[in-house]
């Protein structure tokens, strides 16, 4: 370990307790999105509070006005990142599955966020290339079949502006990342590819997230 200089030598010290009192004091719970975090019938497997809130501040961060989203379920995340965009701004997120695209609209409108978030419904290979249309947009966030982030990748890589944010989460894939399956490997060749076009670096989310600038 001495010589290994790929991490520093501080043990991972954030237990569960320690991580609920820092959630719970920066970033609780807003039981207004309720519509949109306990949706029925739909798997939870939509980002945390703390990456939510976290969305949001890099979104502000960005001074973003155009946000594409890869992969809607009930619409959590698009209204986190809506919080932060710059005014008139908007969030395109794209979702495959009409019944979750239904539940995220319902979700957005309780949010009041209805003039700020359009979901589109479709497969996001088919979709992106029509969002060519908006132009350079600000922030990319994927969030949907693993085996198809790197060409959400190389979407998001020609999409963005310079300076422009690619978020990308289930980083860690489940922590099968360096393992042998298709979907480990488009994962591995998305943060590869990433590290070509962005300054890039990986957040120890719970999953994980991808975090770049393209230069
Ligand atoms: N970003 C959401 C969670 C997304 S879960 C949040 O944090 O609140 C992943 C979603 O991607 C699911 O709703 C799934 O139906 C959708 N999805 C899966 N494959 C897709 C595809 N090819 N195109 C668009 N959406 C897809
Ligand atoms: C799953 C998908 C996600 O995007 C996530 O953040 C957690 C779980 C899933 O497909 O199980
Ligand atoms: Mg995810």
New binding site residues.
Partial sequence: MADDKSRSGVEFYADKKILDYLATLHAPHDQGLAAAFDAPGV?R???GPSEGKLLTLLVRLANAKIVVEV?TLAGYSAIRMAAGLRPGGRVYSIEYEQKHADLARAAIERAGMSDRIEVIVGAALEVLPKLDALGPVDVVFI??D?GNYDRYGEWAERALRPGGLLLG??AFY?GRLLEDSAEAKAMRRFHERATLAFDTVCVPTP?GLLVGIKR
């Fill in positions: 798997p497997i939509m980002v992969g969030d949907a693993k989460d289930n489940f999953d």
